[in-house]
């Protein structure tokens, strides 16, 4: 169940399921509206996208109340989170799903967003997507490539080329703007080679990880995995919350791996991650491609969670494409 494209003049509404909207500085959040309005967009809030909480989250409830206010409001066409955080998962047996699959519209977020975009597409067969939150457009440098994919992801529908970035960051910008570093990015790396076709699931492995043995996990049957990782994940941890993704039932139904880059923090290299690959017989028989451009770096593309795509893993042309999104 694919949403329907945005179109100039659609009502994005913002919620915070995670992290609190109360805590990015309002220079970042002006810029964020003012450029998704150039967009074409009109952005609105959720009652309680901005509360202030002295806790990890807002109650349970309220942002319970915001993601239903918001599938069930005619005039909102897309939700786009706030940010990221830990505990969105707390949410998953109190929303209501008959709901979400009745109105069906574009939901939008990575990180900690990844428990309720695979569960929704679990529970109610509607698409989702991986791509940046609300907050990622008070970024001022380095927003290009971002801005274009989220762009032709959400309003365009003939099949979609995912091109890796020119250059990639790992700083805060979020705390500096302007004290920023780029780095070339040498492209995709293939570890093993193939061509697949499936449906695509995954986002942030960590948080993915957390649905195994619940109600809301996917089946992993016919799938390509798009897996990334952020800075509290080093290599043992990426290694093992692989593993327990790798011991799923299904998980021999895998058709294909892309991998996001990782952050300078978690010390995870190329020569690090091959060794983690290898060291899984189960892999060896499915295209894997690493150093995509999504993730907790900058800038990403954005993906559909519950679409068509296909990836070839030849190492002189590695490509990503999307074709039902």
Request: charged letters at 20%; aromatic letters at 10%.
């Amino acid at each position: 169940m694919i949403p329907e494209k945005l179109k100039k003049g659609d009502e994005i509404r913002v919620i915070s399921p995670s992290k609190s909207l109360a805590i990015v500085a309002p220079d970042q959040q002006n810029l964020a509206v003012e450029r998704l309005n150039r967009a074409g967009f009109k952005v609105t809030f959720s009652t309680y996208a901005a509360e202030s909480s002295h806790s990890i989250s807002n109650p349970i409830h309220h942002r319970v109340t915001d993601i239903h206010e918001a599938f069930s409001d005619r005039n909102v066409k897309a939700i786009l989170t706030t940010l990221g955080g830990y505990n969105s998962n707390q949410l998953l047996n109190h929303l209501d799903y008959d709901l979400i699959q009745e109105n069906p519209k574009i939901f939008c977020g990575y990180s900690d967003i990844t428990a309720l975009s695979n569960t929704i597409y679990k529970k109610t067969g509607l698409v989702t997507y991986s791509g940046p939150h609300f907050s990622t457009f008070g970024m001022e440098k380095g927003i290009d490539y971002t801005l274009d994919h989220f762009m032709k992801v959400f309003t365009e529908t003939e099949q979609l080329h995912i091109r890796p970035a020119l250059d990639w960051s790992d700083d805060r910008w979020y705390l500096d703007q302007q004290e920023r570093q780029f780095y070339s990015n040498p492209g995709y790396e293939v570890l093993y080679e193939g061509m697949a076709e499936g449906i695509s699931l995954g986002g942030n492995l960590c948080t993915l990880n957390l649905l195994q043995g619940t109600p809301f996990m996917p089946s992993l049957e016919g799938k390509i995995l798009f897996l990334e990782d952020d800075l509290l994940s080093d290599p043992p941890t990426f290694d093992r919350n692989l593993q327990s993704l790798v011991h799923q039932p299904e998980f021999s139904g895998v058709r294909g791996i892309v991998i996001g880059r990782f952050q300078k923090e978690s010390n995870m290299d190329d020569d690090t991650l091959v060794q983690i690959l290898k060291s899984k017989k189960e892999l060896e028989q499915v295209p894997i491609i690493y150093n995509a451009s999504f993730g907790h770096t900058t800038p990403i593309f954005t993906f559909p969670i519950g679409g068509k795509v296909r990836i070839k893993a030849h190492p002189q042309n590695p490509t990503i494409d999307l074709l039902e999104y």
